[in-house]
């Protein structure tokens, strides 16, 4: 099946609307990131999301030590 480029356009502007519109005091790292997130495209969801969601991991076990 051969991608269609107005389609893949829409849907990275609806993901962007998406997480820009997501409360930025519990989610900082989406609301900021929302572009950047919003380009992946579908081969690489799993390992972006796998990469933010053990960065926010990180930053929440070494806020929490200081």
Do not use: K, W, Y
Request: aromatic share 6%; glycine share 4%; hydrophobic share 40%.
């Amino acid at each position: 099946m051969i991608p269609n480029p107005r389609t893949r356009d829409t849907t990275h502007r609806h993901r962007r609307l998406l997480f820009s519109s997501c409360d930025e005091a519990a989610l900082p790292l989406l609301v900021r990131r929302a572009g950047v997130l919003a380009d992946v495209d579908s081969d690489d969801e799993f390992e972006v999301g796998l990469n933010v969601l053990i960065t926010g991991f990180r930053v929440l076990v070494f806020s929490s030590r200081q």
